[in-house]
């Protein structure tokens, strides 16, 4: 009897030490996000699988480039017809602890985000479970809530079309400021405990009149394309990010994106460090506490942003999801060719494309980027060839930088085109 209860004790005792094991494993929500692991191609991608003597040049001119505007790190990708030729990384992820570029390091890509929500946009077309001229509000409409119809004076907004929102053409306008980048102003003006969540920001935006009548011209707005992320989730019935991640980018082989969190405690794993200018002085945070930061770490609500910017990548899934969903054989679309041509031909009628910032027979398709922080440019040209550039620090320029980009970009291409690798990295994985 005593050898046999000194047994039972043994195994309470094996039993009770797997649980505790277990336990301590288990991720907090903080955790869960500096646990996992890097992903896909960014896990196996290097910089010395891109290296070349015939692009020593070009090499030390990305370098001046970035001395040139104070830029710690940077990523330069090249893609032709759906082959990754080239992916290098340059200067710093995170000098402070000792972190190069790498291609795989993953950043934020700011209004490049509207791209992939465009694209998230088709799919539920495609799938039956959305038209472009369905109406976004009023008792008829996608986002039919009591709460956002009570808070319409201007009659328009139920004239307002998910096509007018990938358009900016929805009669949405920042005169009296970007609705996204208020949070402060809200908390203050409606007596708000917390930032505005995204559907208290729909409620208190929706109260201002319309600049213009819907589809009569166009203006540039970020709320619309969280109003487009707050569209999907309402027709899937699953959060945005999660949505998008199965259906949307998983499908194009793209396996680290995610949506950005506001402070560089919660960086994903393998994520840049991002960079203020020197002389940029602290600001206070977005949620009214009585702290000062760092713009680019608080300054502003990022996550809040979702499919209008809060997107990290690195260069290379991003390469991968542009050949997704560019109408090439190659690598397989996950759009159709009709939905492809719909967001990328050109017509006089509309200044932008479908999640595009422009599209151009001649000039290509263009898709840039700007936050605190950081900045993106992707460059799609008619001959099959696609130039990607990320960058971790905020240029003094603000977003009349990407014509910088823009200028830098088609140098090089026009110099060293021709003397990319004959390799294809999106097949190492």
């Known amino acids: 009897m005593k050898i046999r209860n000194k047994q039972y004790v043994y195994a309470a005792i ?25 992903r896909g191609i960014n896990a196996v991608i290097t910089n010395e699988m891109s290296d070349t003597e015939s692009l020593t040049k070009m090499e030390r001119e990305v370098k001046t480039f970035m001395q040139r505007w104070q830029i710690r790190g940077m990523e330069l990708c090249v893609m032709r017809n759906d082959s990754l030729l080239y992916a290098k990384g340059f ?11 790498r291609p795989g390091t993953i950043m934020r890509v700011a209004s490049v985000s509207k791209l992939i929500t465009a694209a998230g946009i088709m799919k539920l077309v495609e799938d039956g ?17 009591t ?10 907004y139920f004239d307002i079309t998910v096509e007018q929102l990938l358009r900016h053409e929805s009669g949405l306008t920042i005169r009296r400021g970007d609705p996204m980048f208020r949070s402060r102003d809200w908390m203050n ?36 394309y969280l109003l ?31 949506l950005a969190y506001n402070t560089y405690e919660e960086r994903y ?27 680019c770490y608080g300054g502003n609500d990022i996550r809040m942003l979702k499919g209008a910017g809060a997107w990290v990548c690195s260069g290379p899934e991003l390469a991968r999801f542009i050949a997704a969903i560019d109408g090439r054989k190659g690598v397989p679309d996950i759009l159709s060719i009709k939905s492809v041509r719909a967001m990328t031909t050109y017509t006089e009628d509309h200044k932008y494309g479908l999640g595009w910032n422009s599209v151009h027979p001649v000039k290509g398709w263009i898709r840039t ?28 320029k603000g977003p009349r930088f990407s014509r910088t980009v823009h200028n830098f970009i088609a140098d090089c291409r026009n110099r060293y085109s021709g003397k990319m690798p004959k390799q294809d990295l999106f097949s190492i994985t």
């Not at 200067?91 to 570029?101: R, Y």
């Not at 038209?131 to 008829?140: C, E, M, Q, S, W």
């Not at 319309?210 to 589809?215: D, K, M, S, V, W």
Request: net charge negative.
């Open 189 to 224: 003006i409606y007596h708000l405990k917390k930032a505005p969540d995204q559907e208290t920001l729909t409620s208190i935006a929706l109260k201002k009149r319309l600049g213009y009548t819907p589809g009569k011209s166009h203006e540039y707005s970020n709320f619309g």
């Open 369 to 396: 980027g700007s936050l605190s922080g950081t900045s993106a440019y992707v460059g799609y040209f008619p001959d099959g060839e696609c130039w990607i550039l990320l960058s971790n620090t905020h240029a003094w």
């Open 91 to 101: 200067g710093w992820a995170d000098k402070e602890n000792d972190e190069p570029m």
């Open 269 to 295: 794993p393998g994520e840049s460090r991002y960079h203020m200018q020197d002389n940029d002085p602290p600001v206070p945070k977005y949620d009214n506490s009585p702290d000062s930061v760092v713009r």
């Open 228 to 258: 487009l992320s707050m569209i999907i989730e309402r027709k899937t019935g699953q959060d945005y990010e999660k949505w998008m991640q199965k259906n949307v980018l998983e499908p194009a082989g793209c396996e680290d994106f995610h």
């Open 147 to 156: 709460e956002f119809t009570e808070s319409i004076t201007d009659k328009g």
């Open 14 to 38: 094996a039993v009770l030490a797997v649980l505790i094991v277990c336990i301590l494993l288990i991720p907090t929500e903080k955790e869960g996000k500096s646990s996992s692991s890097i």
């Open 129 to 145: 479970k959305l038209r472009l001229d369905d109406k976004v509000f009023g008792p008829a409409g996608i986002l039919n809530d």
